[in-house]
């Protein structure tokens, strides 16, 4: 089965780091872009960014550049979402999800809520 | 970037009815372009890409359909299962963005 599993749940305070990943399994890892995705309590869906786990060539959206860093490691074909000082605004969901060949994101992870609070 | 604009944002509707959920494209997207139905609590479910092409598993009664910047998902006889938010995402360029949703609830 293919699927992506996302690490638990963190509450963190603000300007602490966090790295919260997405493991793959089921299927060829390295073949496939891994996209995160951000959704706010009660709000719409936001595109991050992108990784090709094969040669971690990466993308932002303009609106998280420099706010987070993607990363994957294939050798345990997992991917990272990290951030070195957060703030209050990045409480939220999470998910990775798995990029199709003709585009579409088929397999998503499970989540993981990020509270920010202090 | 491209914004995706979807209307309505929310559909009063019943069982068994005909719906029709339209995005629009701030620029061409050709048919680069899929569309996800979110429950409470839930991760998103592809339903189609590249504009009209069915995702396994889905069933027969979505569809989608258009090209360049109007698209529309359609929903025929409504089931109690799909009462959910759906969203629009264009792929063609980077960054890719998703519309704001469309909320579809029982009348």
């Known amino acids: 089965e293919v699927q992506l599993v996302q690490s638990g749940a963190e509450v963190k305070k603000p300007g602490e780091s966090l790295k919260i990943s997405c493991k793959g399994s089921?299927?060829?890892?390295?073949?496939?872009?891994i996209a995160w995705v951000r959704q706010m309590p009660g709000k719409g869906l936001e595109w991050m960014g992108i990784?090709?786990?094969?040669?971690?060539?990466?993308t932002y959206s303009p609106s998280f550049q420099g706010q987070v860093t993607i990363s994957a490691d294939k050798s345990i074909s997992t991917a990272y979402l990290h951030w070195s000082s957060l703030k209050a605004s990045d409480t939220a969901m999470y998910y990775c999800?798995?990029?199709?060949?003709?585009?579409?994101?088929?397999?998503w992870g499970q989540g993981t809520t990020v509270t920010v609070s202090s | 970037d491209i914004q995706m604009t979807q209307s309505p944002s929310t559909l009063s509707t019943s069982v068994g009815d005909r719906v029709a959920i339209t995005c629009r494209a701030s620029?061409?997207?050709?048919?680069?372009l899929a569309w996800y139905q979110q429950k409470p609590g839930k991760a998103p479910r592809l339903l189609i890409y590249?504009?009209?092409s069915l995702q396994s598993g889905v069933p027969s009664r979505f569809s989608g359909s258009g090209s360049g910047t109007e698209f529309t998902l359609t929903i025929n006889s409504l089931q109690p299962d799909d009462f959910a938010t759906y969203y629009c995402?264009?792929?063609?360029?980077?960054?890719?963005?998703f519309g704001q949703g469309t909320k579809v609830e029982i009348k």
């Open positions: 999800a798995r990029r199709i060949n003709y585009g579409g994101l088929d397999v």
């Open positions: 089921g299927y060829r890892f390295t073949s496939y872009w």
């Open positions: 990784i090709y786990p094969g040669d971690s060539d990466t």
């Open positions: 620029q061409s997207i050709s048919t680069w």
């Open positions: 590249k504009a009209s």
């Open positions: 995402q264009h792929y063609n360029n980077f960054p890719w963005t």
